[in-house]
């Protein structure tokens, strides 16, 4: 298993790194207000690997999550969503602009991965990188609330994030920021 760590960054907000595939790596923070939240998911597996265990180290567990605020739909920032659903019945916010990206990962393999490998000449892999995106993209989660721009999110216990619409690395990324 690869290591996981876990830093108190705020008396309220948990940093927790992940890792996924040969050399990927994608930072968590859990969100300490009222309501429990998680800024990202990381891939399908990353519930059970890395948040489950620096959630048991505070001695919580992945049902305690309520919500799920992601900063953008790729797969490595979103594909755990599906199982932090499942365990939790945590509610999946993320920008209207990425909203089918993780309802629908054939979506967002054709709007954000294709082009890769066209562009380098090798439309003979397609076929594999698809089915390896939708195995890191996990379960196609269903939307609860599409962000917008300046929305406010309160959180409780003094955690108030404004959705700030940076749109680039995909047309729906988002910053929160504090209030």
Not at 83 to 93: E, F, Y
Not at 156 to 174: D, I, M, N
Request: negative net charge; glycine residues 10%.
């Amino acid at each position: 298993m690869q290591p996981h760590n876990e830093f108190r960054i705020h008396p309220r907000v948990v940093q927790i790194g992940c890792y996924w595939g040969d050399a990927g790596h994608t930072e968590l923070y859990l969100l300490e207000g009222d309501t429990l939240a998680i800024i990202d998911t990381g891939v399908h597996d990353t519930p059970t690997r890395y948040i489950a265990p620096a959630l048991a180290a505070d001695g919580r567990r992945l049902s305690d999550i309520e919500l799920i605020l992601n900063t953008h739909g790729h797969h490595d920032h979103a594909g755990g969503n599906g199982a932090m659903v499942g365990a939790s019945g945590a509610q999946a916010w993320i920008h209207e602009a990425d909203s089918r990206m993780v309802e629908d990962p054939d979506h967002q393999f054709d709007t954000q991965f294709v082009n890769r490998h066209v562009l380098v000449g090798r439309s003979d892999r397609l076929d594999a990188a698809r089915a390896a995106l939708k195995v890191s993209a996990g379960r196609p989660t269903k939307v609860n609330r599409k962000l917008v721009d300046g929305e406010l999110i309160d959180l409780g216990k003094g955690l108030r994030l404004r959705v700030v619409h940076t749109p680039g690395h995909t047309q729906g990324s988002v910053c929160f920021a504090r209030e």
